[in-house]
């Protein structure tokens, strides 16, 4: 058994950051299921959204995360985490992060942060390291973790289930003891016992056929919650990010909200506007309007993709601003500053998670979550771009803030080594991939960016029969990776049909053709699950 005083699962902003902060405390195991910096994270594009300019306030990023929220957020949450962001993007740049600057007109060589502007923003606030902020935010957490001997980074290792007291059969309250993590370079189910377990895990992505998130999105964090009885809130609200670049070859390729931001505008594939029809905002509209509006002028036409276009700016000022879009859509073909983008939505942000307050804080005891997989009530019914690096960074610095002024000595519970079924059957492989396939496919027909309850009620039985299939095969075989990862996206899958059947209305990202409006009897009214 490896034993720890924290044990941190996923290592991407959320993890590394609280990782950093409570390794001054005792030893930190962080588990993650590729090698360090393979993330959602790492593939931010984007940026931080945080108040740094004398022409922002507080105030009217709250305002704006508000209203993004369509009257789901929880606003003591929401005014907490904007006020405290300043304060840990000063952190991150004391540690070594590079932020994008500018220089300040007529000021003789001086200069500023280069702050971009996200759709449903109603200032210029985003903080970003052109267009791989996600990158570098990686890179200077990565640098600042490898300096602390106290932490210890076990890679291509994977989280199977969380130890708890009630599953191991003692009474009173549940407390979380640790995880089974396999090994999965040598095949081996190992023990990790800790006083603290943080879920920093991402998101679930891979529950949809189209995606931006890396291949590691499977939503293991939620499942492996919802099986230790964890309450999970909100799932039925899944962003779709509008502009996913569409061509054959790329895979999970986003083009970041800040190419509108900078004035891209989305036509249809004859080149006509048509976002004026949806939104007063136009192509800056927030992105479960965008998303939606897409999805219906694509439906209305037939054509598989619409168009971004930003060929009205200078190629210089395109080239320098997106240099890693423009490299990439360059790679398959596309020149943008010459052509516009063919783009699709694609999920990309589960805005539901994990329950917990803003200290991370689960309903079992020593269990923590933090970032994408949490549920924190900052993003309510739809996130606002960039909001989600500063939840996590701002979270993070709770969860590990309260920490320390608790105890933190294990349990003395006797926990067993884990127990592996020992079939093995050369079908597997082809059972997994079918099933996987099949539960991306009915999530992206049934459960997507429009709904209604017929396909939620066939999605969930499809979904029913898999996860029965999945969980025999399951125990009477050797777990793999790929098994687990199916486990997993069948169990995100469940969750999010059932939280979207239970919301008899559309707001923000969950909009049902059968409940067109808001409910005012669902405003303020979490979906909350336990197993």
């Known amino acids: 058994m490896k034993q720890f005083d924290f044990l941190v699962l996923g290592s991407g902003i959320a ?58 957020c929880k606003e003591k949450v929401v005014r907490t985490i904007v006020a405290e962001g300043p304060a840990r993007i000063a952190e991150l740049i004391e540690l070594g992060m590079h932020f994008s600057e500018r220089e300040i007109p007529r000021s003789h060589g001086l200069r500023e942060l280069d ?28 640098a600042a973790v490898a300096a602390q001997p106290q932490i210890e980074i076990f890679e291509n290792h994977l989280g199977i289930d969380l130890i708890t007291s009630q599953k191991l059969g003692y009474v009173g309250d549940n407390c979380c003891l640790g995880a089974y993590v396999f090994d999965k370079r040598n095949g081996l189910v190992e023990t990790f016992a800790a006083p603290v377990t943080l879920l920093a895990t991402g998101g679930c992505g891979k529950v949809y056929l189209y995606t931006t998130n890396p291949d590691i999105a499977t939503g293991d964090g939620v499942a492996m919650a919802y099986r230790a009885g964890a309450a999970v809130a909100n799932m039925e609200f899944v962003q779709f990010h509008p502009t996913g670049l569409y061509h054959p070859k790329a895979k999970s390729f986003l083009i970041s909200e800040a190419v509108r931001g900078e004035g891209a505008v989305l036509k249809t594939v004859e080149g006509v506007e048509f976002m004026d029809k949806y939104h007063p905002l136009k192509s800056l509209a927030p992105r479960d309007v965008v998303a939606r509006a897409i999805d219906s002028e694509m439906k209305k036409s037939g054509a598989d993709f619409v168009l971004l276009d930003i060929t009205h700016k200078p190629s210089t000022f395109i080239i320098e601003r997106f240099p890693n879009i423009y490299q990439t859509c360059f790679h398959y073909g596309i020149d943008i500053s010459k052509e516009p983008i063919p783009v699709v939505p694609a999920a990309h942000y589960q805005c539901g998670g994990v329950l917990t307050n803003v200290d991370g804080e689960t309903e079992i005891a020593g269990l923590f979550a933090v970032g994408e997989v949490s549920c924190t009530g900052l993003h309510g019914a739809n996130r606002l771009a960039s909001n989600s690096l500063l939840e996590a960074l701002v979270c993070a610095h709770r969860a590990a803030q309260k920490i320390a002024f608790q105890d933190r000595k294990l349990p003395d519970f006797k926990i067993p080594p884990w127990h592996s079924g020992n079939a093995h059957n050369p079908d597997e492989l082809v059972v997994v991939s079918h099933n996987w396939d099949e539960i991306r496919r009915a999530m992206w027909d049934y459960v997507g960016i429009v709904r209604t309850n017929k396909r939620l009620q ?16 399951y ?13 997993n996206i069948a169990t995100a899958a469940e969750i999010i049909v059932k939280s979207a059947l239970s919301r008899p209305e559309s707001r923000g990202l969950h909009y049902n053709l059968d409940y067109p409006e808001p409910n005012p009897d669902c405003a303020q009214r979490d979906t909350v699950l336990r197993k």
Do not use: M, P
Not at 20 to 26: D, E, F, I
Not at 475 to 487: A, H, K, Q, S
């Open 15 to 72: 993890g590394l950051s609280f990782a950093l902060k409570v390794a001054r405390h005792g030893r930190v195991a962080i588990v993650t299921k590729k090698d360090r910096a393979e993330s959602n994270t790492n593939y931010a594009q984007g940026g931080i959204a945080a108040v740094t300019s004398k022409e922002d306030s507080v105030e009217l990023h709250v305002r704006d995360t508000l209203e993004a929220g369509a009257g789901l």
């Open 115 to 142: 702050l971009g502007k996200e759709g449903g923003h109603s200032k210029r606030r985003i903080l970003h390291a052109k267009d791989i902020t996600g990158r570098e935010v990686e890179r200077a957490l990565l």
């Open 458 to 473: 066939r999605a969930q039985k499809r979904i029913a029969n898999l996860l029965e299939e999945i969980q025999e095969y």
């Open 475 to 487: 125990w009477d075989f050797i777990v793999t990776n790929d098994l687990l990862e199916l486990r």
